[in-house]
């Protein structure tokens, strides 16, 4: 099973680490040739014949290069010249150099878990403000089944900050069940048209979860922090939100990667490869965020973005009750959101 269905999947592939000597010349010559191979299957025919043709062109260069990451690092630049697509990348899925390493679904999976399914934090805030940070957006079901414990935790805070900021991507489960809790009307997401391997044209319309019992997140204030490192499906994620007007995004213009892929193209030599095979329309725009990227509502430097979102949160949230001790939290946090921030990560 292609476990990385919708957008790139960056975010359990190994560092890219120079290491001398673990890519013999006869090893790279293979990949460049499974490279071009797998290329047939690239989104846009004329773009795909290009980067073969640069491909080839440097092939001669590639075997010269005595380690996988330099390997990777070449081919990753080259084709992206040909292309301009951030999506269409080599990198590296196993520390085993040999022909045929590559992780096994099991292993994946526990990849996966290792890395809670991409969520790196769920906080409630002084003031009650609740934050989710994420790394990426898993695509089975247990991202999916996460994704909304989150939600669960977190829905009676009086506003959201949803922090993509170091979210490199992934798309499916997650990201549609996330979309699900913040709106009672579904909020519009993308129609892919994928390019068969045959050639031809396939279309799918994805689709919001529609949570059992009802949104638990439908009524309050939603920021979004998004970075230039923010890519792919989060990227797509935020565009959703941005085009339903149903978040207020804040930080830097994202990567600009929107070709999606819906299955796999194997390398050997423990490489991994991404060739995108679709293209991304959204309902509302009538286009994508390929190449220009998501720009945000309030922009200000990524270091910012988080004390920019909390100050608009404090000032949008409106408290179910207040007791003496939570308005006494509110006044201070109001007073100086940079100072509740920092004591509250101390602890």
Not at 93 to 104: F, I, V
Not at 131 to 155: D, H, I, V, W
Not at 299 to 321: G, M, N, S
Request: hydrophobic share 45%; charged share 25%; net charge neutral.
């Amino acid at each position: 099973m292609f476990r990385r269905l919708i957008l790139a999947a960056a975010i359990t592939t190994a560092p890219l680490t120079a290491l001398a000597g673990d890519l013999a010349p006869d090893a790279a010559g293979e990949v460049v040739d499974q490279l071009v191979r797998n290329l047939d299957g690239y989104m846009d025919p004329k773009v795909g014949a290009a980067v073969q043709a640069s491909l080839r062109s440097h092939r001669a260069d590639y075997v010269k290069l005595d380690s996988r990451a330099a390997f990777a690092e070449a081919v990753t630049r080259d084709m992206y010249a040909a292309s301009h697509d951030r999506h269409l990348k080599v990198s590296l899925e196993t520390r085993d150099a040999s022909r045929g390493a590559r992780l096994t679904e099991a292993q994946q999976e526990l990849v996966d878990r290792r890395l809670a399914y991409g969520m790196m934090a769920i906080r409630r805030l002084p003031a009650n403000i609740g934050l989710l940070k994420t790394s990426y957006f898993e695509q089975t079901e247990p991202g999916a089944r996460l994704a909304n414990a989150a939600m669960e935790l977190l829905q009676d805070t009086d506003a959201l900050i949803i922090d993509l900021r170091a979210n490199h991507g992934g798309g499916g489960a997650s990201d549609e069940a996330l979309l699900g809790q913040l709106s009672r009307t579904p909020i519009p997401m993308a129609k892919i048209y994928w390019r068969t391997a045959d050639g031809g044209t396939e279309v799918m319309q994805r689709e919001a979860a529609k949570p059992k019992d009802g949104p638990l997140y439908a009524d309050k204030p939603v920021f979004v922090l998004i970075s230039r490192e923010t890519g792919s499906a989060a990227e797509a994620f935020a565009y959703d939100l941005q085009a339903s007007k149903r978040a207020l995004l804040i930080g830097e213009t994202t990567a600009g990667a929107a070709n999606p892929s819906n299955r796999p193209f194997h390398l050997d030599y423990g490489f991994r490869v991404f060739i995108p095979t679709g293209k991304v329309v959204h309902p509302i725009t009538g286009g994508n965020w390929e190449g220009v990227g998501v720009r945000p509502d309030v922009a200000v430097p990524v270091d910012q973005a988080l004390t920019e979102a909390y100050t608009r949160a404090l000032a949008a949230a409106k408290p179910l009750i207040s007791t003496p001790r939570s308005e006494a939290e509110r006044t201070q946090a109001i007073a100086d959101p940079k100072a509740a921030l920092t004591a509250d990560q101390a602890l």
